[in-house]
Nanobody, 125 residues
Framework: QVQLVESGGGLVQAGGSLRLSCAASGRAFSTYYMGWFRQAPGKEREFVGG????????YYADSVKGRFTISRDNAKNTLYLQMNSLKPEDTAVYYCAASQIYTRVPVEATGYDAWGQGTQVTVSS
């Protein structure tokens, strides 16, 4: 099974940018659909976006569309989340996740069978 490690989180002012990375090891990264989720205190984990195995299809939650960009580099076994125009409501722990059990990019957390440990993103107003 793939192992995932996120990095790149931190504290940023509203309007700023951050780039998260998710390094994968273990089984072939290119065989996984990949997703980003986030969880704010007291809230459920929510889908941020997902990308197909070779990056041809990318999906975003409405709340981040136009501000966040998901990409992957299968040669480097790495998933990225470029976050621009950050808002205080983007504050959360961000998780990357991998799925082999679906035949499409899952938007539900139950569709993923491997998760990273999460990285904190805090946006100050």
């Amino acid at each position: 099974q793939v192992q995932l490690v996120e990095s790149g989180g931190g504290l940023v002012q509203a309007g700023g940018s951050l780039r998260l990375s998710c390094a994968a090891s273990g089984r072939a990264f290119s065989t996984y659909y990949m997703g980003w989720f986030r969880q704010a205190p007291g809230k459920e984990r929510e889908f941020v976006g997902g990308i197909s195995r070779i990056g041809g299809r990318i999906y975003y939650a409405d709340s981040v569309k136009g501000r966040f960009t998901i990409s992957r580099d299968n040669a480097k076994n790495t998933l990225y989340l470029q976050m621009n125009s950050l808002k205080p409501e983007d504050t959360a722990v961000y998780y990357c996740a991998a799925s082999q059990i679906y035949t499409r990019v899952p938007v539900e957390a139950t569709g993923y069978d491997a998760w990273g440990q999460g990285t904190q993103v805090t946006v100050s107003s």
